[in-house]
């Protein structure tokens, strides 16, 4: 999975500097723009630390 969708949206997120946190569900590959937190089993990333999360997730998957 190449995550073309959620990397465009966290990009736009970070180039407007828009602050959200998100989570990521990567079992279901499910992510969620949050405002509270609803499940304290999923860590919250801002959109920096989510496309760095992303990237890593990628490259591991590609070796």
């Known amino acids: 999975m190449k995550y073309k969708t959620i990397k465009s949206v966290l990009k736009q997120n970070i ?3 828009v602050n959200t946190l998100w989570t990521w ?7 969620t723009q ?6 304290d089993e ?7 630390q989510l496309l760095e999360e992303i990237n890593k997730e990628i490259k591991g998957n590609a070796s």
């Open 42 to 48: 999923l860590p919250i990333y801002t959109a920096n």
């Open 15 to 17: 180039e407007k500097k």
């Open 25 to 31: 569900d990567r079992e279901d590959k499910n992510f």
């Open 34 to 39: 949050i405002y509270n937190n609803f499940s």
